[in-house]
C-alpha cells in the first residue's frame, strides 16, 4: 500500500499568510470609523454654539479695533472648524470603505485557503487510489505472473507527479493570498497616512487672541529669531523673541516620549506612566501649540512672556534646559525644561499644582 502523503512544504506558507488575517475586526474599524463621525458632530456642534454665543455682540452693540479683531478671529476659527470637520468626515467615510474591503479581504483569503486544502486533499486521494493500483501490477510483475505488464505510469511516476500538482496549487494559493494582503497593506497605509494627517488651515492655524504674525519688525512687534533689534528684548517678548511661523513635525505624544527618553538618559526619574500627566500639564497651559505665547498676563506685562508647549518663560527655560536643547519652541526642548522645573521646583508630578489641584476635584491650576 502506498502512504498517504501530507501537505506540501509550501503548504505552511498558505497558513501563516491567511493567519494574519484571522484577527481581523472589521466591526471595531468601523466603530473607530464612528467616533469620527461623531467628532465631526461635535467639532461642528461647537463652531455653531461660538458662533451663537457671539451673535449678539454684533449688530453694533459692540464697536471699534478691537471688536472687528474679535469677530475676525471668530469667523477664523468658524473656517478653521468647517476645515476639520471636512477632514473627520473624510477620514470616517474612508475607515468605512477601509473596513468593508478588509472583511472582504478576510472572506477572499479564508475561501481561496480551504479551496486549495480541498484540492490537496481530493489530488492526494486521487493519487494514492491510482498508486495503489498500479503497484498491484508492479507487484503481479515481481511475481512473475502470466500476462502481466508494468504499468505506465508506475506507482513512483504517479506520487512524483502528484507532488509537483500538489506543490503548485499550494504556491498558487499563496501568491493569491499574498497579493491580497499587499492590496490590504496599501489600503490601511493610505488611510492611516489620512488619519495622521495635518488639516491645513486648521484650528492649529489660528493664532492666540491678541498675537501678532512673526513677520513684524522689531519696532515694538514680534521680531524673528534673528532680526534686528537691541541685544534681547525682542520688542517685549524675552531674549527668544517671537514664534516662528510654521509648526514642527510630529505630534503632542511624539514630542513628550523623545523628552521623556532624553530625561531618563540625564537621570530624570520620568518614565512612560507619566505621559498623560505631561500631556494634561500641555493641554491646560498651551493647548498642544508648541508656538503659543502668552501677551497678557503678569509675565507678559514684564516683558518676558510664557513661551511653547509648557508656557515656560525665557529665564525658566533657560535654567532648566538640558544641553543642545536650546529652542524653546522646539517641542521636545520644552517639555525637557518644564519637567525638570517641575521636578526642581515641586518634587516631581504629585507636586505640580495643576495637577494636584485637578486631583483634588479642582480646576487646574498654573504652575
Request: with cysteine.
Amino acid at each position: 500500500m502506498v502512504a498517504a502523503p501530507g501537505m506540501p512544504p509550501e503548504w505552511n506558507d498558505v497558513v501563516a499568510r491567511a493567519q494574519q488575517v484571522e484577527k481581523l475586526n472589521p466591526a471595531g474599524i468601523q466603530a473607530v470609523a464612528d467616533q469620527f463621525t461623531q467628532a465631526s458632530k461635535d467639532s461642528a456642534d461647537h463652531s455653531v454654539a461660538l458662533r451663537n454665543a457671539t451673535a449678539a455682540l454684533g449688530g453694533g452693540t459692540w464697536t471699534g479695533p478691537a471688536a472687528d479683531a474679535f469677530f475676525a478671529y471668530v469667523k477664523q476659527i468658524g473656517d478653521a472648524g468647517r476645515k476639520v470637520n471636512d477632514h473627520l468626515d473624510e477620514v470616517a467615510r474612508e475607515l468605512s470603505n477601509l473596513q468593508t474591503s478588509l472583511a472582504d479581504v478576510k472572506g477572499r483569503i479564508d475561501t481561496i485557503r480551504q479551496q486549495a486544502q480541498t484540492d490537496i486533499e481530493k489530488a492526494n486521494s486521487d493519487a494514492v487510489t491510482n498508486a495503489n493500483a498500479a503497484e498491484a501490477m508492479e507487484r503481479e510483475v515481481r511475481e512473475g505472473k502470466p500476462g502481466a505488464t508494468m504499468p505506465s505510469p508506475t506507482s513512483a511516476e504517479i506520487m512524483a507527479a502528484n507532488a509537483r500538482k500538489t506543490s503548485g496549487i499550494a504556491a498558487g494559493a499563496r501568491d493569491q493570498i499574498q497579493g491580497l494582503l499587499g492590496n490590504a497593506n496599501e489600503q490601511i497605509n493610505r488611510v492611516m497616512g489620512l488619519v495622521r494627517k495635518e488639516v491645513q488651515g486648521g484650528y492649529a492655524s489660528v493664532p492666540p487672541l491678541g498675537g501678532k504674525p512673526k513677520t513684524m519688525k522689531s519696532t515694538g512687534g514680534l521680531r524673528s529669531g534673528s532680526g534686528g533689534g537691541s541685544g534681547g528684548g525682542g520688542g517685549g517678548l524675552g531674549p527668544s523673541g517671537g514664534p516662528p511661523s510654521s509648526q514642527p513635525p510630529g505630534n503632542v505624544r511624539q514630542w513628550i516620549e523623545e523628552a521623556i527618553r532624553i530625561l531618563q538618559a540625564a537621570g530624570v526619574p520620568v518614565t512612560e506612566a507619566d505621559i498623560d500627566k505631561i500631556w494634561t500639564i500641555i493641554e491646560k497651559e498651551s493647548g498642544g501649540n508648541p508656538n503659543a505665547i502668552n501677551l497678557w498676563d503678569s509675565n507678559a506685562a514684564k516683558g518676558h512672556p510664557s513661551k511653547g508647549l509648557m508656557q515656560c518663560i525665557d529665564s525658566t527655560f533657560n535654567a532648566h534646559k538640558l544641553p543642545g536643547h536650546d529652542d524653546i519652541y522646539n517641542p521636545v526642548d520644552n517639555i525637557i525644561a518644564g519637567v525638570r522645573y517641575t521636578f526642581s521646583r515641586y518634587g516631581g508630578f504629585d507636586g505640580h499644582p495643576g495637577l494636584k489641584a485637578m486631583a483634588a476635584g479642582g480646576g487646574y491650576q498654573g504652575y
